[in-house]
């Protein structure tokens, strides 16, 4: 099997006799021993009440795991830019699933940093405990390019980081300038456009 060393492996080994067996059977290394990476021969033995010895061995081999953990994440993939708008001058609230898988069972759960500091007011959840696992974090982002890098180690010690950022924009401002309004005017064929109320008299009657 794929293994990290040391792993323990058990195994079962019987004797038998056309009178009986006496001692044994006796194996070394022992069923329930630790067995580092590499082939390790298991040497068994019995004796019957003639004094007879019977021997048989096999080999263990244990391949070291050196295969990573995988990590992905829900809706996006690894190393996406992804865009939102602020909802306020806070920033923008988002909350992610990052997905973890591996060759053997994880025991860790993977760890998540925005701007290589520590999700600050994140939540950390295993939603499916049977492989591939499934985590969310929710992280307050302020409005910057963030970078999220998440990263896990398996039980061999392989490990895996991916990241992804998140782009965090202001909201457009709101228009609240009313539109202006210009009159033209003409007389005698001269084309005035000024403000229409102000004007100058031509003569005492206006």
């Known amino acids: 099997p794929n293994a990290y060393p040391p792993e323990i492996i058990t195994f079962i080994a019987n004797a038998t006799d056309n009178v009986g067996v006496t001692s044994g059977t006796t194996c070394s290394p022992p069923s329930g021993s630790n067995f580092s990476a590499g082939t390790t021969t298991v040497t068994c033995t019995a004796s019957d009440a003639a004094g007879n010895v019977g021997t048989a061995s096999f080999t263990v081999t244990l391949i070291a795991d050196t295969t990573p953990p995988t990590i992905s994440f829900g809706g996006f993939s690894a190393y996406d830019t ?18 973890v898988n591996d060759n053997r069972s994880l025991t860790n759960a993977p760890t998540c940093l925005v701007n290589l500091g520590p999700v600050n007011h994140s939540q950390q959840s295993l939603i499916d405990g049977i492989g591939p696992d499934n985590y969310q974090f929710t992280s307050l982002f302020p409005i910057n390019s963030n970078t999220v890098l998440c990263m896990i180690d398996d039980d061999a010690g392989n490990h895996t980081e991916v990241n992804f950022i998140v782009t965090v924009v202001e909201a457009p401002q709101s228009d609240t300038r009313p539109p202006g309004i210009g009159l ?14 102000t004007r100058t008299a031509l003569n005492s009657t206006g």
């Open 184 to 197: 033209s005017t003409q007389s005698d064929g001269v084309v005035f456009d000024e403000d229409p109320f």
């Open 82 to 99: 992804l865009t939102r708008t602020a909802l306020n001058s806070t920033g923008y609230s988002f909350t992610w699933n990052t997905i």
